[in-house]
T-cell receptor, first 111, second 116 residues
Framework: QKEVEQNSGPLSVPEGAIASLNCTYSDRGSQSFFWYRQYSGKSPELIMSIYSNGDKEDGRFTAQLNKASQYVSLLIRDSQPSDSATYLCAVPPSGFQKLVFGTGTRLLVSP | DAGVTQSPTHLIKTRGQQVTLRCSPKSGHDTVSWYQQALGQGPQFIFQYYEEEERQRGNFPDRFSGHQFPNYSSELNVNALLLGDSALYLC???????????????FGPGTRLTVL
């Protein structure tokens, strides 16, 4: 079982729709969860951090965390073509100061 | 406020050579982590430096070494380059004043290394 798993996609959504990106992790002790956005040829950019069960909203982005199910998701409302990128889920294992990344989900938003 | 900077942007080397990559952390940050990202994969943790010492290390061979300077900048050295070392090398900086038990990491633009 991989430490952090994501569907590689691509996930295709029309402009204005809600994009839902999912991630599962294996370490039950993990307490911090991060979403990074990476445009082609660029470096990852931190867009959301979540530490408690439930939802956290920041503009058009909502992160959802369910520690019992070891599941974290990212919702993007009113998707725009500029949101087309790879979204990386990152989870540090308990007791470690390193990020373990999933392979990323490629999102394509069509006009 | 200057973000994380890395140099060089691109580098081409041949097998067997040695390379040094450089990173300056974001202002106010004191910890530097290095990651390797192969095409189509998520970044893989190489090691982390804090207070000029290697604090944690990932599953990378001893050919990969590093250093942190008193001004918190860092270098990644790779010896005896292999074709498989071709990747995007990312530096991330962090500080110990974040929320939760883990310090948020912010990435620099990366160095694209090609080994021929």
């Amino acid at each position: 079982q991989k430490e952090v798993e994501q569907n590689s996609g691509p996930l295709s959504v029309p402009e204005g729709a809600i994009a839902s990106l999912n991630c599962t992790y294996s370490d039950r002790g993990s307490q911090s969860f991060f979403w990074y956005r990476q445009y082609s040829g660029k470096s990852p950019e931190l867009i959301m951090s979540i530490y408690s069960n439930g939802d956290k909203e920041d503009g058009r982005f909502t992160a959802q965390l369910n520690k019992a199910s070891q599941y974290v998701s990212l919702l993007i409302r009113d998707s725009q073509p500029s949101d087309s990128a790879t979204y990386l889920c990152a989870v540090p294992p308990s007791g470690f100061q390193k990020l373990v990344f999933g392979t990323g989900t490629r999102l394509l938003v069509s006009p | 406020d200057a973000g994380v900077t890395q140099s060089p942007t691109h580098l081409i080397k041949t097998r067997g050579q040695q390379v040094t990559l450089r990173c300056s952390p974001k202002s106010g940050h004191d910890t530097v982590s290095w990651y390797q990202q192969a095409l189509g994969q998520g970044p893989q943790f190489i090691f982390q430096y804090y207070e000029e010492e290697e604090r944690q290390r990932g599953n990378f061979p001893d050919r990969f070494s590093g250093h942190q300077f008193p001004n918190y900048s860092s270098e990644l050295n790779v010896n005896a380059l292999l074709l498989g070392d071709s990747a995007l090398y990312l530096c991330a900086s962090s500080s110990k004043y974040g929320q939760g038990d883990f310090d948020e990491q912010f990435f620099g633009p990366g160095t694209r290394l090609t080994v021929l």
